[in-house]
C-alpha cells in the first residue's frame, strides 16, 4: 500500500536529517574530549578528575568545532550537489585532522564523510565518491610524511576499514535498487504488452461479431425488402431471421463488453463461449440467405477438443462465412471440422469467383480473383483468422484455388490450453 504523503514526508525529513544530527553529535562530542586530553590543569581538590578545563588556544578550540560541525552542517544540502559538497565535507575533516595531527580521537571528522560518501554513491555522484574516497585514504600517509609523527599512521587502519565499507556496501545495495527498478520496468512493459493483447483480443472479438452480423442482416434485409410484395410470407421469414441474428448479435456484443467491466457471471444475461456445436446454426444462417452449404463435423467427442480450439473454429468459420456471403458471389461451400491426429482441422471452400481487388497480404496469393483481405475492414477479417490460429500454435492458410473459388484452411492443436 503507498504511504500517504505526510508519511513520505516524514520519511524524507528523517533521512535528512539523522545523518546531520548523529554526525554533528559524535564528531563535536570526541573534538572536545581531545581539546581537552592534550592539555588538563589541575583543578580544585574537590573537583579535580571531574572538570577539565582546555588550555588550548582560542583560535583553535574555535577552529576545530567550527570544521567538527562544518561536515554534518554540509550534509543537509549533498542530496542538491552530492559530488562538489562530498568534496567540501572530505575538505573539513583533512583540516581538522590537521588541526588535531597525532591523535587518534580526530577520526572522529570522518563520521560525516562516511554519511557523505553513502550519499553521494545513493545519488549517482559514484565517481566523485570513489575519488574522494582515494584522496582521504592518502592523508594519512602524506601527514606523515610532513610532520613525521608515525600516529598518523595508525589512521589508515580504521580508514582502510571504513573505506571499504562505505563503498562496497553502497554499491551493493546501489546495484539492488538498479535491479529493482529494473524488474519494475520489465513488469510494467509486460502489462502494457497485456492490455495490448487484451486490446486486440476483443477488437477481433467485436469485429467477428459485427461483420457476421450485420452480413447477415443486410442481407436478409434485402431480401425482406425485394419480396415484399410479391412474396410477404417469405419477407416475414427474412425479418425474422434479422431478429434472430441482431438478438444473438446484441448477446455476444454484451458478453464482450462485459468482458471489459469485469462483470461477474450471472450479473448479465450474456452469451455462452461458441464450440463446435455452434457452427451449425452459423451454417443455418447462411443457408437461410439462399447459399448451398455443405457442413461436415467429424470430432467423436467434442468434450476432447479444448475449449479455446473450440472458440477458434466457430470464429474461423463464422469469418470465413462471412466473407463468402459479402464477396464470393458463390453458389456452394464446403465447411469441414475434422479431427486429424493431435490437430483439429478446419477448411471452407467455396466456388465463387468473387469481386476483383488489388492483391495483399495477410494470407492471400498476390494477384488472386478475390482477395478477402482488401475488403472495407482492412484486411482485419483474415489478420483476425491467422491471429486465432496462431495464438493456439497452430497453422493458418488461405488463398484461390486452381480450380476456381477461395479456400481457407486451418489446424489447430488439440493440445493447445483452454
Known amino acids: 500500500m503507498p504511504a500517504s504523503p505526510e508519511e513520505q514526508s516524514r520519511r524524507s525529513a528523517l533521512r535528512v536529517w539523522v545523518p546531520v544530527v548523529l554526525s554533528a553529535f559524535v564528531q563535536l562530542a570526541t573534538t572536545f574530549a581531545v581539546l581537552a586530553t592534550r592539555s588538563v590543569r589541575s583543578a580544585p581538590p574537590w573537583v579535580q578528575h571531574h572538570t577539565p578545563q582546555i588550555e588550548q588556544p582560542a583560535a583553535i578550540v574555535v577552529a576545530a568545532l567550527v570544521l567538527a560541525l562544518a561536515g554534518p552542517v554540509l550534509l543537509i544540502w549533498i542530496r542538491r550537489r552530492p559530488g562538489p559538497v562530498l568534496v567540501a565535507i572530505a575538505s573539513a575533516a583533512v583540516l581538522g585532522e590537521a588541526l588535531l595531527i597525532g591523535v587518534v580521537g580526530a577520526v572522529a571528522f570522518y563520521i560525516s564523510v562516511i554519511f557523505g560518501v553513502v550519499i553521494a554513491v545513493f545519488h549517482g555522484a559514484r565517481l566523485w565518491a570513489w575519488i574522494v574516497t582515494g584522496v582521504l585514504w592518502l592523508t594519512p600517509i602524506a601527514l606523515y610524511l610532513l610532520t613525521r609523527q608515525a600516529g598518523t599512521l595508525l589512521l589508515l587502519v580504521p580508514w582502510t576499514i571504513v573505506s571499504i565499507l562505505v563503498?562496497?556496501?553502497?554499491?551493493?545495495?546501489?546495484?539492488?535498487?538498479?535491479?529493482?527498478?529494473?524488474?519494475?520496468?520489465?513488469?510494467?512493459?509486460?502489462?502494457?504488452?497485456?492490455?495490448?493483447?487484451?486490446?486486440?483480443?476483443?477488437?477481433?472479438?467485436?469485429?467477428?461479431?459485427?461483420?457476421?452480423?450485420?452480413?447477415?442482416?443486410?442481407?436478409?434485409?434485402s431480401v425482406g425488402l425485394h419480396l415484399f410484395e410479391t412474396q410477404p410470407e417469405k419477407a416475414?421469414?427474412?425479418?425474422?431471421?434479422?431478429?434472430?441474428?441482431?438478438?444473438?448479435?446484441?448477446?455476444?456484443?454484451?458478453?464482450?463488453?462485459?468482458?471489459?467491466?469485469?462483470?461477474?457471471?450471472?450479473?448479465?444475461?450474456?452469451?455462452?463461449?461458441?464450440?463446435?456445436?455452434?457452427?451449425?446454426?452459423?451454417?443455418?444462417?447462411?443457408?437461410?440467405?439462399?447459399?448451398?452449404?455443405?457442413?461436415?463435423?467429424?470430432?467423436t467427442d467434442a468434450s476432447r477438443v479444448p475449449a479455446?480450439?473450440?472458440?477458434?473454429?466457430?470464429?474461423?468459420?463464422?469469418?470465413?462465412?462471412?466473407?463468402?456471403?459479402?464477396?464470393?458471389?458463390?453458389?456452394?461451400?464446403?465447411?469441414?471440422?475434422?479431427?486429424?491426429?493431435?490437430?483439429?482441422?478446419?477448411?471452407?471452400?467455396?466456388?465463387?469467383?468473387?469481386?476483383?481487388?488489388?492483391?495483399?497480404?495477410?494470407?492471400?496469393?498476390?494477384?488472386?480473383?478475390?482477395?478477402v483481405a482488401t475488403t472495407s475492414e482492412g484486411g482485419r477479417g483474415l489478420l483476425g483468422m491467422r491471429e486465432r490460429a496462431e495464438l493456439l500454435g497452430g497453422i493458418f492458410s488461405a488463398g484461390p484455388r486452381a480450380g476456381g473459388g477461395f479456400e481457407v484452411r486451418a489446424e489447430l492443436p488439440l493440445g493447445a490450453a483452454s
Not at 504488452?193 to 452480413?215: F, I, N, P, T, Y
Not at 427474412?238 to 468482458?259: C, D, F, W, Y
Not at 461458441?274 to 455443405?294: F, K, N, P, Y
Open 167 to 221: 563503498l562496497v556496501l553502497p554499491e551493493g545495495a546501489r546495484n539492488r535498487r538498479a535491479w529493482r527498478a529494473q524488474l519494475l520496468r520489465d513488469a510494467e512493459a509486460r502489462r502494457a504488452e497485456e492490455a495490448q493483447a487484451e486490446r486486440v483480443r476483443v477488437a477481433r472479438e467485436l469485429h467477428d461479431v459485427l461483420a457476421h452480423s450485420l452480413s447477415q442482416i443486410n442481407v436478409q434485409a
Open 308 to 371: 479455446a480450439v473450440q472458440q477458434a473454429a466457430y470464429r474461423i468459420v463464422q469469418e470465413a462465412l462471412t466473407n463468402v456471403t459479402k464477396h464470393a458471389a458463390a453458389h456452394h461451400v464446403d465447411v469441414v471440422v475434422a479431427e486429424s491426429g493431435r490437430a483439429l482441422k478446419v477448411s471452407v471452400v467455396d466456388d465463387g469467383a468473387g469481386e476483383k481487388s488489388s492483391p495483399a497480404s495477410a494470407g492471400s496469393t498476390a494477384g488472386s480473383p478475390r482477395n
Open 236 to 299: 416475414s421469414e427474412a425479418l425474422a431471421n434479422v431478429k434472430e441474428t441482431s438478438r444473438q448479435a446484441l448477446g455476444e456484443v454484451r458478453q464482450v463488453l462485459g468482458m471489459l467491466r469485469g462483470d461477474e457471471p450471472g450479473e448479465a444475461p450474456l452469451a455462452p463461449q461458441h464450440e463446435l456445436a455452434g457452427i451449425r446454426q452459423l451454417v443455418d444462417g447462411v443457408r437461410a440467405q439462399g447459399l448451398d452449404v455443405t457442413l461436415r463435423i467429424e470430432p
